[in-house]
């Protein structure tokens, strides 16, 4: 992530639980058709890693550098490569604002669900493109808060988007951050963009329970818990927040869509 700012879900097991479901195929399927073997490609904010090895496995014998803004959380990526025999991901400390990484040193620069948290994301977006070498890609992709739909419309968790997109922003964050892509890589200087749209849905009753499950753990117990302490919330206010989640998870109708904005831009 970033040695500015603030990350505010930290790395509690539900905000893991998450993450660890992200794979190439769900997260980054509009990178895919960009990569081949033996590119060198750097993956900015890398969580836990499952995007990382798969898409260490397509660019090999290619190299991944896995890059997070402390040990502890690229321990996280490190245990995810050796469960994997991935040998081709390098690893590196760094903060995305300033990389300290060669100029055009990588074919490829991923950031997944990045840009949101940072302080300054288009300064972000210079330095992966600076250490993009020319004609090689930079690939972005964010959710949008403000844009995620779902039914039944429980007043719990539109109490808590409100909360959620309070506490992001008093972190230094945007919680809108996918409908904002192009114009911070246009900001950046970028002129050859790729903007496209993706979604997830949860709806299956098996999807509903994971991630109706994981959002009741998350409000109560990871780092947002503390953070919206910070800004105002009660705890009675998160055991609501929780609640509802739970009874949108066991409502047979249950749907939940999150849209991402995310860009291929040309370096």
């Known amino acids: 992530m970033t040695a500015r700012g603030v990350y505010t879900h930290g790395h509690h097991e539900s905000v893991l639980r998450s993450h660890r479901w992200r794979t190439a ?5 509009y990178l895919l058709p960009y990569l081949t073997p033996g590119m060198r490609l750097l993956d900015v904010g890398c969580g836990p890693g499952t995007i990382t090895a798969d898409l260490a496995a397509i660019v090999a014998p ?16 490190r245990a995810e490569a050796a469960a994997r025999g991935r040998a081709n991901i390098e690893f590196a400390v760094g903060d995305a604002h300033a990389l300290g990484l060669p100029d055009d040193a990588f074919d490829a620069v991923h950031a997944h ?12 977006l210079r330095e992966m493109r600076r ?37 992001v922003r008093g972190n230094g964050g945007e919680p809108n951050a996918g409908r904002r892509l192009l114009s911070w890589a246009r900001a950046a200087g970028f002129t050859e963009i790729t903007p496209t749209a993706s979604v997830w849905c949860f709806a299956t009753p098996e999807d509903r329970a994971w991630w109706g499950g994981l959002w009741a753990d998350r409000v109560r117990a990871s780092a947002f818990a503390g953070h919206a302490r910070g800004h105002g919330a009660t705890d009675a206010d998160l055991e609501r927040m929780a609640a509802a989640w739970r009874e949108w998870a066991a409502a047979e109708d249950g ?9 291929i831009c040309r370096a």
């Open 62 to 77: 290619g190299t991944v550098t896995a890059l997070e803004a402390t040990e502890d959380a690229l321990d996280l990526a």
């Open 255 to 263: 749907w939940f869509v999150v849209p991402h904005g995310e860009l």
């Open 25 to 29: 195929e769900n997260s980054a399927a």
């Open 131 to 167: 250490v993009c070498r020319p004609g090689g890609v930079v690939a972005v992709r964010d959710c949008d808060y403000a844009g995620m739909i779902w039914y039944p419309e429980l007043p719990g968790l539109a109490e808590w988007a409100e909360l959620n997109s309070r506490v």
């Open 113 to 124: 669900q990045v840009l949101q948290h940072l302080a300054d994301p288009v300064q972000a």
